[in-house]
């Protein structure tokens, strides 16, 4: 009987927008940019590179560990160590695969998606704080455009 059911499949920038809408608290930006998906999704997937360069409080983002046993061969579950500008340091899981980037770590979620759109790329990113409180600390970082940054950075470390 449920053989006949419909599917409902969300390209990764419309899951991304879902999961964002469903964090409280969590600032989310989305934008169309003229760059080839190919060159957005290949910076972003070097997360040790492009995480840095695009949150203007990370320091470093190494990953520590892999684990290679995942059900989707294109899926990365990756173990990151974060180290911000003032030398706080976190742990994080990330899940990496084409389009998709999630983080999360004790204290912090956040991530990344994409899609091809036309000839370039629709992309979205997110954030937030897991903890009481954060909600009001991301409502600051929001009035001042936190994740349009992320957004607008991607777009000058690509635009040629």
């Known amino acids: 009987m449920t053989a006949h059911w419909p599917v409902a499949?969300?390209?990764?920038?419309?899951?991304?927008?879902?999961?964002?809408?469903s964090i409280p608290g969590v600032m989310y930006a989305e934008e169309h940019l003229d760059i080839p998906y190919e060159r957005v999704w290949t910076y972003v997937d070097d997360v040790e590179t492009s995480i840095p360069a695009l949150i203007a409080d990370v320091r470093s983002f190494r990953i520590v560990a892999r684990d290679t046993a995942t059900p989707d061969p294109a899926e990365k579950r990756l173990t990151a160590k974060a180290v911000g500008l003032l030398g706080n340091r976190g742990a994080f899981e990330v899940v990496l695969k084409p389009g998709w980037c999630l983080m999360q770590s004790r204290l912090v979620i956040g991530g990344m998606a994409a899609t091809p759109e036309g000839d370039g790329t629709r992309f979205a990113g997110c954030g937030g704080l897991r903890f009481s409180g954060g909600r009001l600390l991301v409502r600051m970082v929001h009035a001042t455009g936190g994740a349009q940054r992320i957004v607008n950075r991607l777009r000058q470390q690509l635009d040629p």
């Open 9 to 21: 499949e969300l390209d990764p920038v419309r899951r991304m927008r879902v999961l964002a809408a």
